[in-house]
């Protein structure tokens, strides 16, 4: 397996990144799980230039961030600020409001997106769209999912694969990671197990039901950079806890 490419996506961890201090407290946690990287998510309003000196000094690298997609439309110039600031090329989001979730939605999200990615490439900024399962609902003969790839050239729109959703979906995350080889800068790690009463859950890497061997396989042959590891609901589970088993059941797969 390649060597120092797994992060933490923070928003595991969001309900202690709403202070500067507990940005502090949480990098020192997760650089002590044995993560070398995070993705950025869910902070509260913080200063990016002291979110840029904390993370220089846990040592930690920024692999990607997420933000809503209004704030690409609004805020673009401090995106691209921010990016500079804490040494990140990969730019997301983590989904699209209701309104975009059809295919004239699919249409009007793309004729937005050419100028803003246009924008993020001249700065050396890449952008990644995340799935749910929601996207694989099908029109006709393809999912969502499908056609905003078919229709999106790789370089305006790179594929952020969410291992759980795409299960969820009724996809092989193996097989959709494969499908975009090339254009997966940034990879979502996150298992599923079932719940009482028929339930789906998320669950650490490896305590789950998801084939392993097979999407790190196709990860690695594909390309993939950094694999970031999230976990919405912990269930109850401190979620330091539960990145520190991810991390742990991973590096014994052979990720590091």
């Given at each position: 397996?390649?060597?120092?490419?797994?992060?933490?996506?923070?928003?595991?961890?969001?309900?202690?990144?709403?202070?500067?201090?507990?940005?502090?407290?949480?990098?020192?946690?997760?650089?002590?799980?044995?993560?070398?990287?995070?993705?950025?998510?869910?902070?509260?309003?913080?200063?990016?230039?002291?979110?840029?000196?904390?993370?220089?000094?846990?040592?930690?690298?920024?692999?990607?961030?997420?933000?809503?997609?209004?704030?690409?439309?609004?805020?673009?110039?401090?995106?691209?600020?921010?990016?500079?600031?804490?040494?990140?090329?990969?730019?997301?989001?983590?989904?699209?409001?209701?309104?975009?979730?059809?295919?004239?939605?699919?249409?009007?999200?793309?004729?937005?997106?050419?100028?803003?990615s246009a924008a993020l490439a001249e700065e050396g900024i890449d952008f990644s769209y995340?799935?749910?399962?929601?996207?694989?609902?099908?029109?006709?003969?393809?999912?969502?999912?499908?056609?905003?790839?078919?229709?999106?050239?790789?370089?305006?729109?790179?594929?952020?694969?969410?291992?759980?959703?795409?299960?969820?979906?009724?996809?092989?995350?193996?097989?959709?990671?494969?499908?975009?080889?090339?254009?997966?800068?940034?990879?979502?790690?996150?298992?599923?197990?079932?719940?009482?009463?028929?339930?789906?859950?998320?669950?650490?890497?490896?305590?789950?039901?998801?084939?392993?061997?097979?999407?790190?396989?196709?990860?690695?042959?594909?390309?993939?950079?950094?694999?970031?590891?999230?976990?919405?609901?912990?269930?109850?589970?401190?979620?330091?806890?539960?990145?520190?088993?991810?991390?742990?059941?991973?590096?014994?797969?052979?990720?590091?």
């Amino acid at each position: 397996m390649n060597k120092h490419v797994l992060g933490a996506q923070l928003y595991t961890v969001r309900q202690f990144t709403q202070t500067i201090e507990g940005v502090a407290e949480t990098l020192q946690k997760v650089a002590a799980i044995g993560y070398t990287a995070i993705q950025i998510s869910g902070f509260g309003p913080l200063d990016p230039q002291e979110v840029a000196r904390l993370v220089q000094d846990s040592g930690l690298t920024v692999a990607g961030t997420h933000a809503g997609w209004k704030r690409f439309l609004d805020d673009l110039d401090a995106i691209i600020a921010e990016h500079k600031m804490w040494g990140c090329t990969h730019a997301a989001i983590g989904g699209l409001p209701g309104e975009y979730h059809t295919l004239d939605g699919l249409k009007r999200f793309l004729d937005e997106l050419e100028p803003v990615s246009a924008a993020l490439a001249e700065e050396g900024i890449d952008f990644s769209y995340h799935n749910h399962n929601h996207e694989l609902m099908r029109h006709g003969a393809r999912t969502l999912l499908e056609t905003l790839y078919e229709q999106a050239s790789p370089q305006m729109l790179k594929a952020e694969i969410d291992t759980y959703w795409i299960q969820a979906g009724g996809g092989d995350p193996a097989a959709w990671i494969r499908k975009y080889a090339g254009r997966e800068p940034l990879l979502h790690l996150k298992d599923m197990t079932m719940g009482p009463g028929r339930e789906q859950r998320m669950a650490e890497i490896g305590e789950g039901n998801l084939n392993w061997p097979a999407i790190l396989q196709a990860a690695q042959e594909s390309g993939v950079e950094w694999y970031l590891v999230e976990q919405d609901d912990c269930y109850g589970r401190d979620p330091f806890e539960s990145l520190a088993i991810s991390r742990r059941n991973l590096r014994a797969m052979g990720l590091s």
